[in-house]
């Protein structure tokens, strides 16, 4: 039997993200069934000091030897890093992983791609010019949970679908817990609730009423959407997308609120914040929308009788975020340049829905992070 692929990590910031991605790294892969891989952080990289990365290093359990940069330019130009994951918020995700593929490497970025389809586009253009592997970091994607419920999708056994209705939403007392410099509401970081919590509620519609169909039937849908400002920033609070696919006419609802919450009470007493609905069952994920775990079958009714409805628990081995990163890691051992789970025209996709989102809204970002230009002089790499 061959050795395990081991894939080399270097990590590009170190924020809450990136520090829940490095400790899942540290999780042997055999714990979770996977055998033919494995992971190792060989470097990390702060933009403020070296001091820095290496106190991450040591509060996330990297074995010694790991690099610490102060600076992202020292982390793309070390050659033992295979892959670099970009866990910058994501008005920095386009500059940053420029930087990194112009190094010749390849690239795990957090979600939201990008601020704008425009700027995802030039990414993928790079990567693919530059014959390197790039992903977005939409981690529910590789779930167990997420790729059961496709395989029933595509198997025909919720019949035809014809609605996915999805919720990520954070109920808070927006002025007193964010302000106005939090990330979750500052403009300069494309702050709101589209990029940041609506992108899982559209990765549900879209993992299900786009990825599931052959690509010779998909095409973008059609968009219909509100927003809510917040005053003190302008930033989206509260928003509502309605998505229509030609292809079946199916329905998506994508719904996104920092003023109000998909669990209220924490124990999951509003029901499901995902209903996948077809022609013969329904599916209902409960949990929240970016860590489901556990879902209901509930099969349609045919008047003889009780439906027999099941419920699954599925079972996380930490917090999840390994599965993505053993996504590329098989990329990359096979020499694929992109993830078929996660493909990058369909993040094109995605983004070109936000865009049609923010331009229904008059929701304009700064133009330092809406810029298609790089390097971008003056950008704040913090």
Known sequence: MSSPHTVRWGILATGGIAATFTKDLMIDPSTRGVKNITHTVVAAASSSSASRAEKFLSECKVPSGAAAYGSYE???????????????????????????LNANKHVLCEKAFTTNAAQTKILVETARKKKL????????????????????????????????????????????VWGTEHRMVNMDLAGGALLDLGIYSLTWVFQILYHCFPVTTKSAPQVASSITKYHKTGADEKTSVIVTFPNTGAHGIALTNLRVASNPDG?????????IQ??????????????????????VGDGKGEPKVEDHEVEIPGHGMFWEADECARCLRDGKLES??????????IMEVMDAVRRQNDLVYPEAIESTKYPYEGFDKK
């Open 278 to 299: 077809g022609t013969k069952a329904e599916v209902q994920v409960y949990g929240p929308a970016f860590r489901p775990t556990r879902y209901r079958i509930i099969p």
């Open 340 to 349: 078929e789970v996660m493909g990058l025209e369909e993040s094109i996709v």
């Open 267 to 275: 124990h999951h007493s509003a029901g499901p914040a995902i209903r």
């Open 133 to 176: 592997f790039l992903m977005e970091a939409v981690w529910t994607r590789f779930f167990p949970l997420s790729v059961k419920i496709r395989e029933m999708v595509t198997k025909g056994e919720l019949g035809d679908v014809h609605r996915v209705v999805a919720d990520n939403s954070f109920g808070e007392d927006v002025e007193s």
């Open 74 to 100: 020292e982390l793309v130009a070390d050659k033992n890093v295979d892959i670099v994951y970009v866990a910058t918020p994501h008005s920095h995700h386009f500059q940053n992983t420029m930087l990194a």
